[in-house]
Structure formats: structure tokens, C-alpha cells
């Protein structure tokens, strides 16, 4: 598979998002190359603007036209574990504030009920709220304050990106895309009868 390392462009970064990203109370994180952001070929079907998510492999992949794609690291958690299937965008927004739910309320023990957006709030500078019908799935493609974590399963989470990357992610995509979730021992790189290899 011919995987081109992307540069990150910053060029979708507002005044705000350069301000924040500037003064993080985390520090840089050395992400594998792997699962940083690349140009990939994708011989798989789904339509040029849909989001594929590969929570195994640890991948997203945004779909472009000419069976390629942009291939993205994540980090997934237990709450991105429990959904699959397809979704759609049913709401974006930028540096959101953060309302635990009251499971993670339980296991984090006493926390606000809301956490302003910013640099340190979990959901980092960007989230797009997936969506079956009109319902909310309370499943997330996020940023985070934990980019050490890219590429790895960890305790809690939906799907987390770099910063940069989620940003960039962000611009391109539209309210209503498709989201396609693939479900756990199914992953879109070893080939599960639909050819692709990553």
C-alpha cells in the first residue's frame, strides 16, 4: 500500500486555535510515524467524503476522491469500543466544552459537571457528535490533551486525534457525512474479504 507521509499544514488553524495550541499544559508528544497523518491509497467502496474508522488498527481514514484517502492515528477507548456501525455527522463544533457522562463521572469520582473548552479540556479543539437518525450516539471523533495516547487503547474515550490533525480533519468535512465504524476483529488494513491491505 503506498502510504505518503503529509505534512501538517496549519492552514485550517484559526487566530484561536494557533493561541491555545501555543500554550498547552501538556507537552509535544513523539507520536509514531505511523500514526501520523498520511496520503494513502483506499480501493475500498465508501464515497469520496465519508469517515472510516478502523478502531483495531488504531486509523481513521477520510475518503478522497480517485481511491485515495488521508489516513489519520487515533487513540480509542471503552466508549469507542461500544459503538459500530454507520452514523453520520450530526454536529461539529470548535474548542466544545465537556459534560462527563455520569459513568465517567463515577470513575473519576468528584469533577464538574461541565469543563469550558480550552487547552486542557479533554475533547481538545474539535469534536464532530455522530448521529443514527436524530438520536446521539454519545459517540465522539475529538481532539485531546493526551497525545502521548495516539495509537494506543486506553481506559476511557471515544475517538481521539491530535489536535492538529482533528483540526485539519474538521475543515474538510461536512454536517450529515457518513460515518462508518467498523466493529472490533474487523479491521479495514488485514483484509477482511474486502481486499484492502494497509
Given at each position: 500500500?503506498?502510504a ?31 500514526y501520523?497523518?498520511?496520503m ?36 480509542v ?38 469543563v ?83
Amino acid at each position: 500500500m503506498q502510504a505518503t507521509l503529509s505534512p501538517s499544514n496549519d492552514a485550517s488553524m484559526t487566530p484561536r486555535d494557533r493561541q491555545l495550541l501555543a500554550h498547552t499544559p501538556y507537552a509535544k508528544a513523539n507520536v509514531p510515524e505511523q500514526y501520523l497523518r498520511h496520503m494513502v491509497d483506499y480501493p475500498r467502496k465508501e464515497q469520496p467524503g465519508t469517515i472510516l474508522v478502523d478502531t483495531d488498527a488504531r486509523y481513521l481514514y477520510y475518503v478522497l476522491p480517485q481511491g485515495k484517502a488521508i489516513r489519520y492515528g487515533v487513540a480509542v477507548g471503552e466508549e469507542a469500543m461500544a459503538f459500530s456501525g454507520v452514523a453520520r455527522v450530526g454536529k461539529m463544533a470548535e474548542w466544545p466544552d465537556w459534560i462527563p457522562t455520569a459513568e465517567i463521572q463515577a470513575r473519576l469520582g468528584p469533577y464538574p459537571s461541565r469543563v469550558a473548552g480550552g487547552a486542557a479540556n479533554p475533547l481538545g479543539a474539535r469534536a464532530l457528535y455522530l448521529y443514527a437518525g436524530n438520536k446521539d450516539t454519545l459517540y465522539r471523533i475529538h481532539g485531546t490533551n493526551q497525545p502521548e495516547y495516539i495509537g494506543q487503547a486506553i481506559s476511557s474515550g471515544c475517538i481521539r486525534m491530535r489536535n492538529e490533525d482533528v483540526i485539519d480533519l474538521y475543515d474538510r468535512v461536512k454536517l450529515g457525512s457518513t460515518v462508518v465504524v467498523l466493529p472490533p476483529g474487523r479491521t479495514a488494513q488485514t483484509g477482511t474479504g474486502d481486499g484492502f491491505r494497509g
